[in-house]
């Protein structure tokens, strides 16, 4: 035990009235309470109670402590309903990351709910599609999808929370298939513009699109018209008319009297998850729990209405 733990015990034997009654209130035994009495004693050097048959008296130096011990007490006592009160109503900064496109058409909304049902909550949102490190970069929440290129979250010091998944498809504009003409098999896409992602360790110009063809894993090596690691820009160069593009149904957008239509849907085009990822610990702080509950519950709704 600490100097602090025996200045607890010393506390309960004044408080009590008694060794036996310390003993008793604190669950120890008899001689651990006197043993750590007198080994607090020792290391301050001076004697704190004098111990009669009867009764026990503070010496000035107990006096002295005693009169700390309480105000330690009610110090510790008042910290701990403050952080209480914290608990029962959460307050604080949460610090958010999630990809542009999920975090401004989707997220925002979701958080914008959030914030007024939790006035006592700030929450900085960081936009990004690379993946950033919780622990180093201080982020409590953070927000990304794996599936496009089979990748997964295998950190053993992140935890993963299932927040949605899609299906990808294959999508064009009416008005480009109505020009060009619909591909009937995947092999067709080489005759057909595409619409691409930037990938930051592209060697080539050309993207592989993985896909399975009643239960057989094939690729199809395609050079896309456009570029792009924008994924609204990917959906406007597709609306225009300008390729073919891979998403998921979140992205199934309706601009105007356009309308991204799916193609070649006998074909498996992958699965894209979206996670909500953050640093392994024994108990989120409640803000960032309830968010990730908040989140999940209205992303569910999100995804019913799309299936």
């Keep these: 035990m600490s100097i602090l733990d025996d200045t607890a015990i010393f506390a309960a034997v004044i408080q009590q009235g008694g060794f036996s009654r310390a003993a008793k209130f604190l669950g120890l035994s008899n001689g651990l ?99 950033l490190d919780p622990i180093k970069e201080k982020i409590d929440l953070l927000i990304r999808g794996t599936g496009y290129f089979d990748s997964s979250l295998k950190d053993s010091s992140l935890k993963t929370k299932l927040l949605i998944h899609q299906d990808i498809n294959l999508y064009a504009s009416p008005e480009y298939l109505l020009k060009h003409g619909e591909p009937l098999v995947p092999e067709d896409l080489h005759k057909h513009f595409t619409v691409g992602m930037v990938h930051t360790s592209r060697t080539s110009e050309r993207e592989i699109w993985a896909y399975t063809d009643k239960g057989e894993k094939k690729m199809i090596s395609i050079k896309p018209k456009f570029y792009c690691n924008d994924m609204d820009s990917r959906v406007a160069a597709c609306l225009a008319g300008h390729g073919i593009g891979k998403f998921t149904e979140l992205v199934f957008i309706q601009s105007g009297s356009q309308i991204l239509r799916p193609i070649l849907q006998n074909y498996d085009w992958g699965k894209f998850h979206i996670y909500a990822v953050y640093a392994q610990q024994t108990a989120l702080p409640k803000r960032t729990r309830l968010l990730l509950d908040f989140v999940s519950a209205h992303i569910q709704n999100l995804q019913e209405s799309l299936a």
């Design 33 to 131: 309470v006197s043993r750590r009495i007198a080994q607090l004693e020792a290391e301050l050097g001076v004697t704190l109670l004098k111990r009669t048959t009867r009764q026990l008296q503070l010496t000035p130096e107990g006096e002295l402590l005693w009169q700390h011990a309480q105000r330690i007490q009610q110090e510790l006592g008042a910290a701990l309903c403050l952080i209480k009160s914290l608990a029962d109503k959460p307050k604080g900064d949460i610090r958010v990351s999630a990809p542009p496109y999920f975090g401004k058409h989707y997220l925002m909304p979701i958080l914008n709910k959030f914030m007024s049902n939790f006035d006592g909550i700030s929450i900085e949102l960081i936009l990004e599609d690379a993946f």
